[in-house]
């Protein structure tokens, strides 16, 4: 937990905007595991250097464009290869 905390100080503008977008389409965020894959994801794909409201956005649409994996790896019981 300590390593999400560190992480999320690091990158305060890209976490909200990230908890945002999860809260909006997921009902909360993910697992420490999960958050912390998904801000490292923002970070290596240049988006956490953008502003909350691009960040927000850029996280709404990346499911549907393929650039940003949000899923952490998840795999959906009916459907094997295939992300929750």
């Given at each position: ?24 389409l997921l009902g909360g965020v993910p697992n420490v595991a999960g958050f912390t894959f998904v801000i ?45």
């Amino acid at each position: 937990m300590e390593d999400l905390a560190t992480l999320v100080a690091a990158n305060e503008e890209a976490a909200a905007a990230i908890a945002s977008a999860y809260e909006v389409l997921l009902g909360g965020v993910p697992n420490v595991a999960g958050f912390t894959f998904v801000i490292n994801s923002a970070i290596a794909s240049g988006i956490a250097d953008f502003n909350q409201e691009n960040i927000f956005i850029n996280v709404v649409n990346s499911p549907r464009s393929g650039q940003f994996r949000g899923d952490c790896g998840i795999q959906r019981p009916d459907r094997p290869g295939q992300a929750a």
